[in-house]
């Protein structure tokens, strides 16, 4: 167990629709990170946040949007959902930006299904 | 553009045989690599870390991976496989001007008793 918690674990929905999927880092944890992982495209960086503020961005769509609130838990909100979109989104963190020095940490992901 | 290319999409070997799985590395300044494992249906832990100090890197269940500069690789080894080792395999860099984790395709590794 890494200490990172992302809910829900599963979620099939609809062409068209929006979906928050939403991560608890580790206690202390500043940085959350989150990164997609299809078939096809493998596993990407979409975005970070480092206590609050966005801090870099990755391949995430327009219609992919992201927030860090004051308890530091994150929220990744996807929108006008295609059917490439189906993906496991995985939520991480570590305990500051030391420039890639910290070991980012995995939560089990949300596997999302668009129909 | 920092990018790792692993060779081999399964690498499968016996129960006790030696486990090799290659990475190499691109970047322009000297990179952070890392080695995570995926297991079905979790998510992603960190084996081993490659940090500028020593250029062999031992991390957990026993595997190991040496930075090669002159061979812009970074492959990981285990002595011996065990059936538990099974599972996705990712090298990924970070260099120390970003963040974000660049990974490769990813290994899978099958142990056949």
């Known amino acids: 167990d890494s200490g990172v918690t992302q809910t829900p674990k599963h979620l099939i929905t609809a062409t068209g629709q929006r979906v928050t999927l939403r991560c608890s880092p580790r206690s202390g944890d500043l940085s959350v990170y989150w990164y997609q992982q299809s078939l096809d495209q493998g596993l990407q960086f979409l975005i970070q946040?480092?206590?609050?503020?966005?801090?870099a961005k990755g391949n995430i769509l327009e219609r992919f949007s992201a927030q860090q609130f004051p308890d530091l838990h994150s929220e990744l909100n996807l929108s006008s959902l295609e059917l490439g979109d189906s993906a496991l989104y995985f939520c991480a963190s570590s305990v500051e930006n030391q420039r890639g020095i910290d070991e980012q940490y995995f939560g089990p992901g949300t596997r999302l299904t668009v129909t | 553009a920092q990018s790792v290319t692993q060779l081999g999409s399964h690498v499968s070997v016996s129960e006790g045989a030696l486990v090799l799985l290659r990475c190499n590395y691109s970047s322009s300044v000297p990179p952070y690599l890392f080695w995570y494992v995926q297991y079905p249906n979790q998510g992603l832990q960190l084996l081993l870390k490659y940090t500028s100090a020593a250029t062999l890197v031992k991390g957990i269940n026993g595997f190991e991976a040496e930075f090669k500069k002159s061979e812009t690789s970074f492959h990981l080894t285990k002595p011996s496989a065990h059936m538990s080792d099974a599972a996705e395999y990712f090298c990924?860099?970070?260099?120390?001007?970003?963040?974000?984790?660049?990974f490769g395709t990813g290994t899978r590794l099958q142990v056949f008793p």
């Open positions: 946040y480092y206590n609050g503020e966005e801090r």
């Open positions: 990924a860099v970070i260099t120390y001007n970003t963040d974000k984790l660049i």
